[in-house]
C-alpha cells in the first residue's frame, strides 16, 4: 500500500469555529442576544479579516499574528454567516453560522376525534 495524502497533514485547511452555534428565542419575532465566540485554527500563519452578512456586524481584522479568537455580542433576528478571509490576499478560509431559531411554534388545531363516527 502506498501512503495516502488524505492522512499526511490533518491540519492543512483553516478552520473557523464558533460558540455557540446556535441561538434559540421565544418567540420568532424576538431578537437573540448573545455572546459568540469565533475562533479559527490556520493553515499558515497570517493575519485574517472576519467578515459577516450582517451589516451590525462590520468587517473586523486582526493586528497580531497570535490572535485566534474574538468575543461579539450579538443582536440579531436573522442567521449570521461568518467567514474568515485573508487580509493580505482576501481569499475565504473558512465560514461558519450562527444559526437563529424560537421555540414558539407554529399553532395547529390537533383533531382528538376520529373523523368518522359509529352514531
Known sequence: ????????????????????????????????????????????????????????YPKWCSESLEQHEITLNVSTLNDIHFVLVSKDTNQTLAGAKLKITSTSQPQVRRRYRNPWSLF
Open 1 to 56: 500500500m502506498g501512503p495516502t495524502h488524505a492522512l499526511a497533514a490533518p491540519n492543512e485547511e483553516s478552520k473557523l469555529k464558533l460558540t455557540p452555534e446556535i441561538c434559540i428565542t421565544g418567540d420568532e419575532n424576538q431578537a437573540c442576544e448573545i455572546r459568540v465566540e469565533l475562533q479559527w485554527q490556520l493553515a499558515k500563519n497570517e493575519l485574517v479579516c472576519i467578515l459577516s452578512d450582517n451589516n451590525a
